[in-house]
């Protein structure tokens, strides 16, 4: 049964936003903090644009996790803007560990060839902690190009586990942005998350003493 997305979410697509009902999300039976959505063929109020399949896992533990495939119905280039975020379940550090991640591929459908670059001097991925921006991957200048009717691969790029010195406070999300060429498709999968830092130092203080307890046994 389709359920709304957790109160607090972002979800927008050039401002695009059909609701969770519309996006296919339904709240995990094991973990409450779990919100998946899953669905194809849904077009922009606009008809700009056609997000051909979508899968989001958002844990509000948290994690984003991001699947997009969407085509440009415009006869020129248009400049995506993808944000998702979810409110967390409270705070998680400072410190804390961060990892992150994108790879994905274009396609040309007209027999003309396909394109992707970066907006302006805008990043393609950015990780965002309390709506501000702490991550960022595919920097500026970032120029992907496909032959006619033939896909090419953007990224993959990745940062992480990293310790840093600040934590989230209510949400955690990631925004996208790229240019893609007239009646193409572009397809990406994009991650972002974040977990206390001292929980970590726990399990390597935990293995430490593992190997340390393991050395004495040997020793005996």
């Not at 958002?58 to 993808?82: G, H, K, M, R, S």
């Not at 302006?120 to 032959?147: E, F, K, M, R, W």
């Amino acid at each position: 049964m389709a359920a709304p997305l957790p109160p607090g979410s972002v979800f927008s697509i050039n401002g695009w936003n059909p609701g969770g009902d519309a996006l296919g999300c339904s709240v995990s039976i094991s973990d409450p903090n779990i919100t998946n959505c899953a669905g194809s063929n849904a077009t922009s109020g606009s008809g700009s644009f056609t997000v051909l399949n979508w899968n989001l896992h958002l844990d509000a533990d948290p994690t984003v996790l991001n699947f997009f495939a969407l085509q440009n119905n415009l006869a020129t280039p248009q400049t995506f803007t993808i944000t998702v975020s979810i409110p967390t379940a409270g705070s998680f550090g400072p410190p804390s560990v961060v990892s992150g991640s994108i790879g994905g591929s274009i396609t040309d459908t007209t027999g003309n060839g396909a394109t992707l670059t970066n907006s302006g001097t805008n990043s393609i991925y950015t990780a965002l902690v309390d709506g501000s921006p702490v991550q960022t991957l595919l920097d500026d200048p970032q120029s992907y190009a496909a032959g006619a009717f033939g896909s090419q691969t953007f990224g993959p790029a990745a940062f992480g586990p990293t310790v840093v010195g600040y934590g989230a406070t209510n949400s955690i999300g990631i925004t996208v942005q790229f240019t893609l060429s007239p009646g193409d498709i572009a397809s990406y999968t994009s991650v972002f998350t974040l977990i206390p830092e001292p929980g970590t130092m726990v399990l390597v203080a935990a293995g430490i003493a593992g190997i340390a307890g393991f050395g004495r046994r040997r020793r005996v």
